[in-house]
């Protein structure tokens, strides 16, 4: 399953924390432990490997691995069992200043599982592991269409992306003078199948062979869609057909509309919790504005009074201030939820100021 926002954010700020560390040597440790691996089993291959770094020539280097082994050991003692998704630790000097070394441990236990058991000592913390689980993994496949056009579209996470579009030949309902209205009807019906057959091309052309194609959504206007699904589409990507709408609009806008009458299969998905996070504060602001908060000032006050049940942050906050404000409303027990900019929902909170908040009771 694709991460909410709130745990990309945790993640992508763990990952920071690691790259700011800087190893003179080969001295950094770090360990990725699947789930259900043996810790003990663990434990006892990193006390092997202390007993190792004693052979290490240079004494500065064998004394931080040696060191940074022993936190590492003693921190995943305090363990019962592997997380679920398994657990990734790292040790080393966190100090800037030669001679006076800081050896500290971080660890954090893993949004996704992962299959692989690794130890390394390197002048870095091993992190690609975990910028892959940043990746949207799980994508959904669109499709919208009525008789003059078409698009396929791409929903990743809470990016939705138009990929083609085209325009039909099909003439309009009112026939040409001099035509009859069969051979006009059989115009019609040809640059129909013309257009469903160039839809199907486009379909096969992005979806096939996607493992990670969790399903397909399709809709727009009138009938033309069911054509498409009864006759057309490709065998395979009609069984990944899991929601059909009727929509009001094609083109960019009509693939958010799509998306958004799907929220019913989609309800797991980051954009859903996204959507129902904004319409519950824009529908609150509009109808109980006392009981919302937004801007910086007014969020920081309500802090203060320990009034935030639940804070929002929009991802393009400055980094800094967005930790600063994260960290004391996490002390006055608020949750906390991070908003993207992919959506309309999103573009409007960063147009606030950048966060919003339900509040526990009115300040005025």
């Known amino acids: 399953m694709a991460l909410s926002t709130l745990q990309k954010h945790k993640l992508k700020k763990f990952i920071r924390t690691l790259e700011k560390i800087k190893g003179r040597h080969t001295e950094l440790v770090s ?13 006892t291959h990193l006390a092997q490997e202390q007993g190792t770094a004693a052979n290490i020539k240079d004494k500065t280097t064998r004394t931080h691995v040696q060191d940074s082994l022993e936190r590492m050991i003693r921190h995943l003692r305090l363990y019962k069992c592997t997380p679920e998704n398994g657990l990734a ?35 870095k913390f091993k992190t690609d592991l975990l910028k892959e689980m940043l990746e ?13 056009e078409a698009s396929i579209g791409m929903l990743k996470g809470t990016s939705i992306t138009e990929i083609t579009s085209m325009h039909s030949s ?27 057959n160039r839809i199907n091309e486009a379909a096969m052309k992005e979806f096939l062979g996607l493992s990670n194609l ?14 498409l699904l009864d006759g057309f589409l490709n065998n395979q990507l009609k069984e990944k057909v899991i929601s059909i709408q009727d929509l009001g609009y094609t083109g960019e806008f009509g693939l958010r509309e799509l998306v958004e009458r799907s929220q019913d299969v989609l309800a797991k998905e980051a954009i859903a919790e996204e959507k129902q996070a904004m319409d519950k504060f824009f529908k609150l602001l509009a109808t109980k504005p006392n009981m919302v908060a937004y801007g910086k000032g007014e969020i920081e006050k309500a802090i203060e009074f320990n009034a935030v049940e639940t804070l929002l942050i929009s991802e393009d906050v400055d980094e800094e201030l967005s930790e600063k404000i994260e960290e004391k409303a996490e002390e006055k027990g608020s949750e906390v939820q991070f908003i993207s900019t992919d959506t309309p929902e999103g573009v409007q909170l960063k147009q606030l100021g950048g966060f919003g908040a339900f509040l526990r009771f009115p300040l005025s």
């Not at 969790?214 to 054509?227: A, F, M, Q």
Request: contains cysteine; positive net charge; hydrophobic residues 35%.
């Open 136 to 148: 949207h993994k799980e994508m959904y496949g669109l499709i919208i269409l009525d008789r003059k």
């Open 170 to 196: 099909v003439p309009g309902k009112v026939r040409a003078g001099g035509q009859s209205a069969a051979r006009y009807g059989r115009i019609r019906e040809e640059a129909t199948k013309e257009l469903l």
């Open 89 to 123: 630790a790292f040790s080393g000097d966190a100090s800037d200043r030669e001679g006076k070394p800081d050896i500290q441990v971080w660890s954090i236990e893993l949004p996704q599982p992962i299959n692989t058991r690794i130890y390394r000592c390197d002048q």
């Open 214 to 227: 969790k399903g397909i959504l399709v809709g727009g206007p009138g009938n033309l869609k069911d054509e």
């Open 31 to 43: 360990v990725y432990i699947p789930a259900g691996y043996d810790m003990n089993k663990i434990i």
